[in-house]
């Protein structure tokens, strides 16, 4: 693979190997040498700033950087044998970074490729999977930093400082967000303040030529789409469609490209796309990834690079800053609903749940449910219906995994999230998880693997700083109004955007793979052939796989079709990188 190496393990005690980078993304000097991912911007100053900047103005700073914008830095100084890396708010470029032993004490290894990292290591210590990180991926459908599938080796958080000072790792805080809710204005007063901040925010995104624009027909890839139109007219949209209609968008997405003058360009999916492309998919994952949503992000960028395009805007971050998803609604409703029934959940507990009564009729059932999640924290709320919460983990993993292992971490971790905001309400710390799990180790890695597979640029207007702060200051009830998800973005939008698709029901990017599975036979000997390999790594109990396939030929094709994705993408990820 080809690679930037800064200096080589006899040269110096750090090392950074990554894809080539333009060459004013890098700076060598005997004192000091930075190494430069995306775009960062002087803090202040809209205009981006090179390597040779960086260096500059991280000595005048006495040793701190200040930047804004979407990018990661490497900043090494040789004579001091130390070195810091730094991650943006939402860490839209991952780095990995080990330390391996050297002839002259340890060494310090970073790159944007896991794989790559992996091999360097190899060479100096043994490399293991993690079986933790089995664990976490199957709660989280991907594996959520700082850790990777392998012991030692990190992944650099968004919003975080490392300094290594040639003996250990030091982490911090680089940004803290604080939801203060400041402002004192109208709903509409935000509004018209919010759509003229995105008209400045959005051109900073269109200034390279081959610019074109990913079109779900939801309202955030719409709004980007129609404001970077009054900057490129006619500008390149590409959108993905299915051949079921409870999938396909494509007429909201038409909607937006009638309505903006639009240059729009489809393609639709078939399962024979993703028994074709899945293996190019998982060679290029640097780790299991089980989000299904790769397959239209993949298919999308390379619709896009074929006619001729060099760099993508995504509208990612939109429900994330702005309250977009229904579960945010559903657990306000349920919170509110604990705090007034608080002094009677006991006697519920009782008569509900600790005597043999059953789950039906319905109604019972329900009431059974709503007493289980008043008992529950916000967080344990938000998974509920999490695949290890609905099927017990104790008889999914295999009695070695759970030896090996500790099957509450992952809930640990989303309650630690929700706890780490200060001063902040349930709605806010609820984003502030989702910025951390859903975007950063989610949906950007996502589409940033996507994009760099198919050869595009991809960036993110909505996660702009500057959309960012003003997020922080809006008061968590003009937010999420109660039966109006994104009121405040909606009310921006409002004369703007097609009526159709301000009230359009929010959909997403899904893959109907749990239907094709059951209709395609070259699919779903795929998957079953893939998940069924799963039985040589001792991972799980005997049965469980099979168990798995029952329930998606017998009960739920569409539910237990996310689960056979899941445990097909970690089967094909072990069997091609192990």
Known sequence: MPQNQLNTPAQGAVNVCTLPLPADQVWRQADIEVYCFGQPRRAGDRSPVTARQIARLFVDAGGQLLLEGHFAAVIYQPQQRSCWIYADRFGSHRLYFCQTPGPQGNQLWISDNLQQLKQQRAEQATVELSQQAMVNYLFFHMIPSPETIYKE?????????????????????????????????????????????????????????????????????????????????????????????????????????????????????????????????????????????????????????????????????????????ERYAQQLRLDRLRQRLRPLIGILDLSLLQLPWPDKPALLGKAKSLTRQLKMSVPQNLEYFNFLNLLDRDAIFSPALLAATDQNEPDRRCQTLFDQPQNANVLDRMLYMDWKHTLADNDLTKVNNMCRLAGVEVVYPLLDDRLVDFALKIPAEIKLVPGDLRHLYKKAMTGFLPEKIIHKTKHGFGLPFGLWTTEHKALRDLAYDAIASLDQYDLFRSGFVDDVKRRHQQEHAKHYGELVWILMVLAMWLDRHR
């Open 153 to 325: 080796i990190f992944c650099l958080q968004p919003a975080e400082q490392i300094y290594w000072d040639g003996v250990e790792i030091r982490r911090q805080p680089g940004w803290t967000p604080r939801f203060d809710q400041t402002s004192e204005q109208s709903a509409p007063e935000l509004a018209d303040e919010l759509l003229a901040l995105m008209r400045e925010v959005v051109p900073d995104y269109c200034q390279q030529e081959r610019t074109g624009c990913f079109l779900s027909g939801g309202l955030d890839s719409s709004s980007i789409a129609g404001l970077v139109s009054e900057t490129l007219p006619k500008t390149d949209v590409f959108s993905i469609g299915f051949p079921i209609e409870q999938y396909n968008e494509l007429d909201y997405a038409r909607t937006a490209v009638n309505h903006f003058g639009l240059t729009g360009h489809e393609y639709i999916m078939s399962p024979e796309d993703v028994v074709d492309a899945l293996p190019q998919i998982i060679a290029s994952m640097d780790q299991p990834f089980g989000n299904s949503s790769v397959m239209p992000a993949y298919f999308c960028a390379k619709l896009a690079k074929s006619q001729g395009i060099d760099r993508l805007i995504a509208g990612d971050g939109g429900d994330e800053l702005f309250a977009g998803n």
